[in-house]
């Protein structure tokens, strides 16, 4: 088995998933990667994913069988400046199929997104195969990329695997740019300052996921043996749903102080063309996937740890 390369690795995801990785096959099997270096803990490589000849590079040199392609703009982030989200997000992915198809590299992982959803998808407990409708550059850029890796999938049979992540959430790494990103926020406003002011509507549910959970189905996908395999755009993937003020009314079961006022902006109208729910029964079926983190549980794991992590700040400031 050759080494793991991640790209985006200092992303909100890519964080998370590079000390997930870490500690399932050992620090010096997985190699990290990004734009810059913000003092990661292993081996890192400096790499833009569109230049596809460094791509190829760190793989030849690092012996990378398998690469989980984080780099992408995010959803809000996206909606800024589209045709540079189309060309990051569309041509980082073009290379790393390219690799693939070249054989230079075994498996690949894919993120896609609830994004893919639009207004003409079936919103409530949105099926595996309901209409995929994006209302944003970076929702368009996924709903592409899953079609793209079904496209080399079957043409070229490389084992590209990916999920639709929803909303995710953890206490490791900072927000992104993207739309759920106040179910983050949230957490460290009631710690902070005991107020927060929500850019989403109180009652504007959503699909969301622990990040603790989303990191082990990513592993548990890849893991899984290639004939189990049997969707090739992406699987749906499901773990709670929530509105802000659900959210909220669980916080404040732990910091009764806590209060949350609501000032829409842009992103709700991404917002309201997203799913509330998603069905992941073929994920369940497929490779088995079940999620652990309940509503309650998520919240006292996120407040417990980011508690930690500001009282360490503290005193090492």
């Known amino acids: 088995m050759g080494k793991i390369l991640i790209t985006g690795a200092l992303g909100q995801v890519g964080g998370v998933l590079s000390l997930a990785l870490q500690n399932q096959y050992g620090l010096d099997q997985v190699v990290l990667s990004d734009i810059h270096d913000r003092g990661v803990h292993g081996t890192f490589e400096l790499l833009d994913i569109?230049?596809?000849?460094?791509?190829?590079?760190?793989?030849?040199?690092?012996?990378?069988?398998?690469?989980?392609?984080?780099?992408?703009?995010?959803?809000?982030?996206?909606?800024?400046?589209?045709?540079?989200?189309?060309?990051?997000?569309?041509?980082?992915?073009?290379?790393?199929?390219?690799?693939?198809?070249?054989?230079?590299?075994?498996?690949?992982?894919?993120?896609?997104?609830?994004?893919?959803?639009g207004k003409q998808s079936k919103l409530i407990k949105s099926p595996q195969s309901s209409i995929t409708d994006p209302s944003t550059v970076y929702g368009i850029s996924k709903v592409s990329g899953e079609y793209w890796c079904q496209y080399y999938h079957n043409k070229y049979d490389v084992d590209v695997r990916s999920v639709r992540y929803p909303g995710l959430i953890g206490y490791q790494t900072l927000p992104g740019g993207g739309t759920t990103d106040y179910a983050v926020d949230i957490f460290h406003y009631a710690i902070k300052d005991n107020t927060y002011e929500c850019f989403l509507n109180k009652d504007a549910r959503l699909p969301m996921m622990y990040l603790k959970d989303a990191m082990r189905a990513t592993i548990e996908l890849m893991e899984a043996d290639k004939e189990k395999i049997k969707i090739r755009t992406s699987y749906n993937l499901a773990s709670l749903s929530f509105s802000p003020e659900e959210l909220t009314l669980e916080i404040q079961k732990h910091k009764p102080d806590f209060q949350v006022t609501y000032k829409p902006d842009s992103r709700q109208q991404i917002a309201d063309s997203w799913p509330n729910d998603v069905d992941d029964t073929q994920a369940m079926i497929d490779w088995g996937w079940r999620s652990e983190f309940t509503l309650k549980t998520m919240v006292a794991d996120m407040l417990h740890n980011l508690e930690i992590k500001y009282s360490q700040q503290t005193i090492n400031s």
């Open 50 to 117: 569109t230049d596809i000849e460094r791509l190829r590079e760190i793989i030849q040199k690092h012996d990378i069988s398998t690469i989980y392609h984080l780099a992408a703009i995010l959803s809000a982030k996206g909606e800024e400046d589209p045709l540079w989200t189309w060309d990051l997000n569309m041509q980082g992915l073009f290379n790393v199929l390219e690799v693939g198809k070249e054989k230079l590299i075994d498996k690949i992982f894919f993120p896609s997104s609830i994004a893919v959803f």
